[in-house]
């Protein structure tokens, strides 16, 4: 079982449809990064979180440190917003582990 | 802020041959840089995280001999696919922070073919 798990792999949406990606880890950490990949490749980091809540636009991040539980949601989806969602979890001052990313393809 | 660039964004080379994949933060000084390579749809898997001054750490089955990296300044850091082979043909991503509790910032990516 990976440590850090994404669901849904994959999430097709119509244009203006709130959109939620959930993700699961079995460790302790220090803090969880949501990241957005985009088909060319390049990674943007949307969040770092280590508790609570945090928006950004239509972005909102929340996590639950009890629970071991993280969600990102898009408000009003876009087309544009089509990527791979990935959600990544530090433990202490260690490496980044990854989830296996959500695919999202929204369409007009 | 906090931009990181890569280059080259794509290159095709030789069986044989060596190749050097820059990364730079433009606009923060990085004292780690964290190299990764892709494969097709699958997650980032970390090869090596490097800071200014000090020699690379390795992440268990990746080749120091193979994949060498410098990090001469707290702005560059380089990776140099020796001997590069087919089988090195992958995306690879730097990143880089301000330290390690802090937030990484990821370069737009090298994708390299070696024909």
């Known amino acids: 079982k990976n440590e850090v798990e994404q669901s849904p792999q994959n999430l097709t949406a119509q244009e203006g449809e709130f959109i939620t990606i959930n993700c699961s880890y079995s460790?302790?950490?220090?803090?969880l990064h949501w990241l957005q990949q985009h088909p060319g490749g390049g990674i943007v980091s949307l969040f770092m979180?280590?508790?609570g809540k945090k928006k950004h636009g239509r972005l909102i991040a929340t996590i639950n440190i009890q629970e071991k539980h993280s969600s990102l949601h898009i408000t009003a989806s876009h087309p544009r917003d089509s990527a791979v969602y990935i959600c990544?979890?530090?433990?202490?001052?260690?490496?980044?582990?990854f989830g296996t990313g959500t695919r999202l393809q929204v369409f007009p | 802020g906090a931009v990181v660039s890569q280059h080259p964004s794509w290159v095709i080379c030789k069986s044989g041959t060596s190749v050097k994949i820059e990364c730079r933060s433009l606009?923060?000084?990085?004292?780690?840089m964290f190299w990764y390579r892709q494969f097709p749809k699958q997650s980032l898997m970390l090869m090596a995280t490097?800071?200014?001054?000090?020699?690379?750490?390795?992440e268990q089955g990746v080749e120091k001999d193979k994949f060498l990296i410098n990090h001469a300044s707290l702005t560059l850091s380089t990776l140099t696919v020796t001997s590069a082979h087919p089988e090195d043909s992958s995306f690879y991503i730097c990143?880089?922070?301000?330290?390690?509790?802090?937030?990484?910032?990821f370069g737009p990516g090298t994708r390299l073919t070696v024909l």
């Open positions: 606009d923060f000084q990085a004292t780690t």
């Open positions: 979180l280590s508790s």
């Open positions: 490097s800071n200014e001054g000090s020699k690379a750490t390795y």
């Open positions: 460790v302790g950490i220090s803090a």
């Open positions: 990143s880089a922070g301000t330290g390690p509790l802090n937030e990484q910032f």
């Open positions: 990544a979890v530090r433990r202490g001052t260690d490496k980044l582990i």
